[in-house]
């Protein structure tokens, strides 16, 4: 199993782009979850999904969208980039009976100048 | 919302002692607990859980303890070893839908 794979690795933008980052789970996992990491921060919740077609706002959800049309994955936009956006993207499975068991990517590096 | 803070952003032990991690957090609500590890230039790893109804929960060579009186938790490790060297995280939970991490606490380990 490849777990929890994100594309891409790496990516940089100017103001006002934007860009999608793709999420993919081998798991059959219910939950899926996208944090940011900022340096000296512990891990903030964007937007959260508990199973296929559904979505929900996490801790800081402003200036990003999401849709899990497809229960193996989920999609991250960001429709008008801002240098406060730049940060590590993280995106996280888990199952449903123990959502709280993340499993994590790698991660994607966003740099917006 | 919940405030996650760790104790220490840095703990230094010597390779074979014993480590101790801390975590506190502000919601008298919150239901779970979670430690994870972030090894540089990886995603977090989750390493054990507790709920609220348990005060003590053990795994290999990692224990978790939960003072609900005063809002604390820690991860202790035994006979810590160069693997054990990362970032360590607290996340809590009042739901299981959304989850808020600590600032982490990087531990080295000197062999």
């Known amino acids: 199993n490849a777990g929890v794979t994100q594309t891409p690795k790496f990516r940089v933008l100017k103001t006002g782009q934007s860009m999608t980052l793709l999420c993919a789970q081998d798991?059959?996992?219910?939950?899926m979850y996208w944090y940011r990491q900022d340096p000296g921060m512990g891990l903030r919740l964007i937007h959260y999904s508990v199973g296929e077609g559904t979505t929900a706002k996490g801790e800081v959800p402003d200036g990003y969208n999401v849709s899990r049309l497809k229960k193996q994955n989920f999609l991250l936009g960001l429709e008008s980039a801002a240098p406060s956006q730049t940060s590590v993207y993280f995106c996280?499975?888990?199952?449903?009976?123990?959502?709280?068991?993340?499993?994590f990517g790698p991660g994607t590096r966003l740099t917006v100048t | 919302g919940e405030s996650v803070g760790l104790h220490l952003p840095t703990l230094s032990v010597q390779e074979g002692d014993n480590s101790i991690i801390n975590c506190a957090y502000s919601?008298?609500?919150?239901?779970?607990f979670i430690w994870y590890k972030q090894e540089s230039g990886k995603g977090p790893q989750f390493i054990i859980d507790?709920?609220?109804?348990?005060d003590k929960r053990q795994g290999q060579r990692v224990t978790v303890l939960l003072n609900k009186t005063v809002k604390h938790l820690s991860l202790q490790i035994a006979a810590t070893q160069p693997g054990d060297s990362a970032v360590y995280f607290c996340?809590?939970?009042?739901?299981?839908?959304?989850?808020?991490f600590g600032s982490g606490t990087k531990l080295n380990v000197k062999p």
């Open positions: 798991m059959n996992h219910e939950y």
């Open positions: 507790i709920r609220s109804n348990m």
């Open positions: 919601n008298s609500a919150s239901d779970y």
């Open positions: 996340a809590v939970s009042d739901n299981f839908n959304k989850f808020y």
């Open positions: 996280a499975s888990g199952p449903g009976g123990r959502p709280w068991e993340q499993y």
